[in-house]
């Protein structure tokens, strides 16, 4: 937190990006072919992969780069698994020396719409994607002996939460808890853990659960300015290499994270503490005009009940 060691450096070392046919996940990989790393990509949509592969190959370095994308669900522990063997072949069996795990899609809605199954299946997009790669990758890793690191991408919302995130909040915290028990287990194997905490990216994925998200949660999220996937990898890329914990990509992330810190290893005492300052003032406020919106939002919500039935 004081003084600053050597910068971890991703070229000749071989990448495994989940989500990475787009948003923060492509952009993060390419990133690392600039930087002249080998990168794999995982996604379920292989038009996607094959398109984000064509980007990538326009960044390569050198002739050397193994640049490859695979197409595997990574919600599991056997499609993980699978993902994980494919990626590796190329490399003589090796495992990936970093996992960026990038994987996750939101659905906002209210929670008296959900049901069993969709609250599965929205845990298993938001903590499942990650967590299953991160089980087979340490393994592996833990296996053969690689000192690697391991990426996770929770949320700012995994800081907080508010209306319309009921089943996607529960899964962005449920990343940070696993993310302080490996960064502490993960001291036994010499395997780094970050966790990185954006807020709202512009990306396809964005643009898509707008279409669903409740018109409250828009009218709190009007004045969230967003960041680009580009801008969201840079930060990722760059706390890694500094050896950060938690990375945050904005001033409000860095807010919520010294204010939300626990006893997790801090980014810096000094300016931590400045950040926690303002969150300890303005953090009560905008809670109470976030609150203040839900509230002004109750007839239009019992018309929104009306419409879909769920009363009468």
Request: net charge positive; glycine share 8%; aromatic share 10%.
């Amino acid at each position: 937190m004081f003084f600053s060691s050597k910068k971890w450096d991703p070229r000749g070392r071989h990448c495994f990006v989940t989500g990475g046919s787009s948003g923060a996940g492509l952009a993060l990989a390419v990133l690392l072919v600039k930087r002249g790393a080998h990168v794999s990509i995982v996604a379920r949509n292989e038009e996607r992969l094959q398109a984000a592969l064509v980007e990538l190959e326009k960044h390569r370095q050198s002739s050397e780069q193994i640049i490859k994308s695979y197409s595997f669900a990574v919600n599991s522990e056997a499609g993980s698994t699978a993902a994980l063997q494919a990626a590796s072949e190329p490399h003589g069996g090796r495992c990936p020396d970093a996992f960026f795990l990038c994987a996750g899609t939101s659905r906002p809605s209210f929670w008296i719409e959900q049901n069993e199954a969709l609250m599965r299946s929205d845990l298993d997009a938001s903590y499942g994607a990650q967590a299953f790669t991160a089980l087979v990758a340490s393994k592996e890793m833990v296996k053969q002996g690689v000192k690697g690191k391991l990426v996770f991408v929770s949320s700012v919302l995994g800081y907080f939460s508010i209306v319309g995130y009921s089943t996607y909040s529960p899964g962005k915290f449920a990343l940070r808890g696993l993310a302080e028990s490996l960064q502490s287990e993960f001291l036994l194997y010499g395997i780094d853990v970050h966790i990185a905490f954006p807020g709202t990216i512009y990306s396809p994925g964005y643009e898509a659960e707008n279409k669903v998200k409740p018109k409250v949660t828009l009218k709190i999220e009007e004045t969230d300015s967003g960041s680009t996937p580009e801008y969201v990898a840079e930060c990722i890329l760059k706390g890694v290499q500094k050896g950060r914990f938690h990375i945050t990509v904005d001033f409000i992330g860095n807010v919520f994270r010294a204010s939300t810190a626990g006893s997790s290893p801090r980014n810096s005492y000094i300016t931590d503490l400045f950040y926690a300052l303002v969150g300890y003032v303005a953090l009560p406020i905008w809670r109470n005009s976030v609150d203040s919106t839900v509230r002004a939002h109750r007839q239009e919500h019992q018309e929104y009940l009306k419409q879909k039935g769920i009363i009468g």
